[in-house]
């Protein structure tokens, strides 16, 4: 299933993720692709996600995916999912005691993924202490 992911994520076109989450700073090193919940091989990651995460909530439900591209350079870039307060807004709407989460997957070895402490607000941590 890596496989086949790394394979789409490296053939898809990208924007900055700043385009549609707010925001200037570093503006074209995080770029994402919105992939569609037919591809193959995110049925298969979606299905992996929905086993695993069946015991925490079974009515989690995976809605959207992007591949994220990161460049270096910048503060901050590895992965991770900003959620304006619309969204936050629009979910809380929709699902009354639920709130939009992320769940990143790191294809590639080596990938640094970090925790940010904070529900919904930006955090900034030195690096030395993250």
């Not at 700073?25 to 298969?44: F, K, M, P, T, W």
């Not at 925490?56 to 503060?75: E, I, K, R, Y």
Request: include cysteine; glycine fraction near 8%.
């Amino acid at each position: 299933m890596v496989d086949k992911l790394l394979s789409e994520g490296k053939a898809r076109t990208y924007e900055p993720v700043f385009k549609t989450v707010g925001g200037d700073e570093d503006g074209g090193l995080r770029q994402q692709s919105r992939v569609s919940r037919r591809s193959a091989a995110i049925v298969n990651l979606r299905n992996a996600i929905c086993d695993i995460t069946t015991c925490l909530d079974p009515a989690w439900n995976p809605t959207v995916f992007s591949f994220m591209l990161l460049f270096p350079g910048g503060d901050e870039q590895e992965p991770h999912q900003d959620y304006p307060n619309e969204v936050i807004a629009t979910a809380a709407k929709k699902k009354t005691g639920r709130i939009p989460a992320s769940a990143i997957f790191a294809l590639e070895e080596g990938t640094i993924l970090r925790v940010f402490s904070g529900c919904f607000t930006t955090v900034r941590i030195p690096w030395d202490t993250a």
